[in-house]
């Protein structure tokens, strides 16, 4: 089974601290993404990768940046928290390849609170 | 650009009764479609994906899901609910050039005895 995981489930933070979120998969994946998870805005996609140091900005990149630098591992940084980025957040995985093989796959999610 | 619509934000529906979850979308390129269902405090699990072919496909846990191209539907169905399919559902669509997935807002379905 594919397995994506993440750092941490529940993260608390000040307004202002530097946060980093850790998405680790298993499988070899080329892509490897991350979205945020707000009510009723359904997932929205802030960036995403296709191969080591590569990366793209997805559609709401603003107060966000990224890290690959190696093939199963995908950071995603808050240089300055602020309140507005209180979400969930989801990486996910998948090949670049076959397109039967572009299902994503889901870590559990990390839910961040910046007070 | 594409979107994604789920017309519905919240179904309430009974043990045993059907359910259909509804979901549009918009887009000048062939699509490929998927359905993803999010069980309390967990991350998303596809349900099912159509790709190409037959237009009705099967997933998992009895759901069924038809897409329609000229309506530009992809309805999420199952005939008879349990307790265990509360859950949020998302619809998400990906463009045939491109590796990324739009999501819908979400179908909270709420299952009751």
């Known amino acids: 089974d594919v397995k994506v995981t993440q750092s941490s489930r529940y993260l608390v933070k000040r307004t202002g601290e530097k946060v980093f979120l850790e998405c680790v998969q298993d499988?070899?994946?080329?892509?490897m993404f991350w979205y945020r998870q707000d009510p009723g805005l359904g997932l929205r996609l802030i960036y995403f990768?296709?191969?080591?140091?590569?990366?793209e900005k997805g559609d709401i990149p603003e107060g966000y940046s990224v890290s690959r630098e190696k093939k199963e591992r995908f950071s995603l940084i808050l240089e300055s928290a602020s309140t507005n980025q209180t979400s969930m957040y989801l990486c996910?995985?998948?090949?670049?390849?076959?397109?039967?093989?572009?299902?994503?796959?889901f870590g559990p999610g990390t839910r961040l609170t910046v007070t | 650009a594409q979107s994604v619509t789920q017309l519905d934000s919240q179904v309430p529906v009974f043990e045993e009764a059907p359910v259909e979850l509804r979901c549009n979308y918009s887009?000048?390129?062939?699509?490929?479609l998927f359905w993803y269902v999010q069980y309390p405090n967990q991350g998303l699990q596809l349900l099912l994906k159509?790709?190409?072919?037959?237009?009705l496909v099967k997933g998992i846990n009895g759901f069924e899901a038809e897409f329609n191209k000229s309506q530009t539907s992809f309805h999420l169905r199952k005939p008879s609910v349990h307790i265990s399919d509360t859950a949020e559902y998302f619809c998400?669509?990906?463009?045939?050039?491109?590796?990324?997935?739009?999501f819908g807002a979400g179908t909270t379905v709420t299952v009751r005895a």
């Open positions: 159509y790709l190409s072919g037959s237009t």
């Open positions: 998400a669509v990906r463009r045939s050039n491109d590796y990324k997935l739009s």
């Open positions: 887009s000048s390129v062939s699509v490929y």
């Open positions: 990768s296709y191969d080591v140091k590569m990366k």
């Open positions: 499988m070899d994946h080329e892509n």
């Open positions: 996910a995985s998948s090949f670049l390849g076959p397109e039967s093989y572009y299902e994503q796959y």
